[in-house]
């Protein structure tokens, strides 16, 4: 974990989300809840969620409401971006980016002030719906006649694919 006394530390501007999500006794592995009915699972509060910093640097951190502002998460890199997955509770998160050691937000990405007047990114997965498959599928792509002549295996010339 990167921290640097130089960085101002982030105080939680906003109302923590309610309880954690119930988890089994760690000590005791029989102790493993009965199957919930889907809709029902404590999991499906929590929405995968991709961030992304694409505004360079060399080492980007993330924080936010959905850690009270209390850790630097690294985020990984892929070439000059930087992307980091993480389970946010159903609802509305603020964050921001620590980049090489200075908080920013990302322009590209909707904002919001918080009560000294700071600007942070802003997310609402308040209305995440999970995708859980399609019963149709099959059905569906089934019904679909594709005619064989949609399908050829003629193989190109090669000048057509060479430069001059």
């Known amino acids: 974990m990167h921290e640097d006394s130089s960085i ?8 923590p989300l309610g ?11 029989s102790a493993y809840p009965p199957p919930v009915p889907l809709g029902q699972d404590p ?3 929590l929405v995968p969620t991709v961030f ?7 080492h980007v951190y993330i ?3 959905f850690n009270n502002w209390e850790r630097q998460i690294p985020m990984h890199r892929s070439g000059n971006d930087f992307t980091y997955v993480h389970n946010l ?21 909707p904002t919001i002030a918080d009560i000294d007047g700071q600007i942070n990114n802003f997310i609402d997965v308040s209305d995440f719906v999970p995708y859980v498959g399609d019963d149709n599928f099959f059905v569906k792509s ?6 064989e002549d949609e399908f050829r295996q003629v193989i190109p010339d090669l000048d057509d694919y060479t430069k001059e």
Do not use: C, L, M
């Open 89 to 109: 509770k159903k609802g509305k998160h603020a964050f921001k980016y620590i980049v090489d050691d200075e908080w920013r937000h990302a322009p590209d990405q």
């Open 8 to 15: 101002p530390a982030r105080s939680n501007r906003y109302q």
């Open 142 to 147: 089934k019904e679909r006649k594709v005619p």
């Open 43 to 45: 999991n499906s509060e």
């Open 52 to 58: 992304k910093w694409e505004h360079g640097g060399k």
């Open 19 to 29: 309880d954690s999500i119930p988890r089994p006794p760690a000590d005791d592995s």
């Open 63 to 65: 924080t936010g409401t």
